[in-house]
T-cell receptor, first 113, second 114 residues
């Protein structure tokens, strides 16, 4: 069984640019959530997708947007990058069963200069 | 608003010691609580998940307990090893939120010295 994968591993962008991060969910999982983890902090919920629809959003501005595809893979897009967007971005998938256990990918480290 | 606190922020112990990590949350209306391990610069590995109706879960040398009424959970690690060195994160999922909305503490950084 393949786990959650994310690409790229590392990324360096300039302030004002746009970035797209990708996530492949674990086989059989129809729900994907994205989190932002700043250095020394716990992850913060950005949003969740369930069967290609946004199904919940945290306290992040509209320049953070996402997509989920029919195969349940997902993208996180961030426009007009700011220095504070530098963080580890984590994707988690869930089978949508009663336990709602989250399975996390290795993350994408984004640095904005 | 749910807040999750983990104490201590850092812990250093000699190999072989048993230890307890603490997690507290302000709103007892949780759906579940999950403990994770995170190695430096890496993603999260799920260790144990406790449903709101459960009191504890065990996996190998790990035991997690949940007391919803007092808003507390503990992670007990028996016979610690240097390979246990990592940051341990506690997260809760509230009732009424989306199933992806985990609320995390800041973690406890554990160092086990040989």
């Amino acid at each position: 069984e393949t786990g959650v994968t994310q690409s790229p591993t590392h990324l360096i962008k300039t302030r004002g640019q746009q970035v797209t991060l990708r996530c492949s969910s674990q086989s059989g999982h129809n729900t994907v959530s994205w989190y932002q983890q700043a250095l020394g902090q716990g992850p913060q919920f950005i949003f969740q997708y369930y069967r290609e629809e946004e199904n919940g959003r945290g306290n992040f501005p509209p320049r953070f947007s996402g997509l989920q595809f029919p195969n349940y893979s997902s993208e996180l897009n961030v426009n007009a990058l700011e220095l504070d967007d530098s963080a580890l971005y984590l994707c988690a998938s869930s089978p949508g069963t009663v336990s709602y256990e989250q399975y996390f990918g290795p993350g994408t480290r984004l640095t904005v200069t | 608003k749910q807040e999750v606190t983990q104490i201590p922020a850092a812990l250093s112990v000699p190999e072989g010691e048993n230890l307890v990590l603490n997690c507290s949350f302000t709103d007892s209306a949780i759906y579940n609580l999950q403990w994770f391990r995170q190695d430096p610069g890496k993603g999260l590995t799920s260790l144990l998940l406790i449903q709101s109706s459960q009191r504890e879960q065990t996996s190998g040398r790990l035991n997690a307990s949940l007391d919803k009424s007092s808003g507390r959970s503990t992670l007990y690690i028996a016979a610690s090893q240097p390979g246990d060195s990592a940051t341990y994160l506690c997260a809760v999922m509230n009732y009424g939120g989306s199933q992806g909305n985990l609320i995390f503490g800041k973690g406890t950084k554990l160092s086990v010295k040989p």
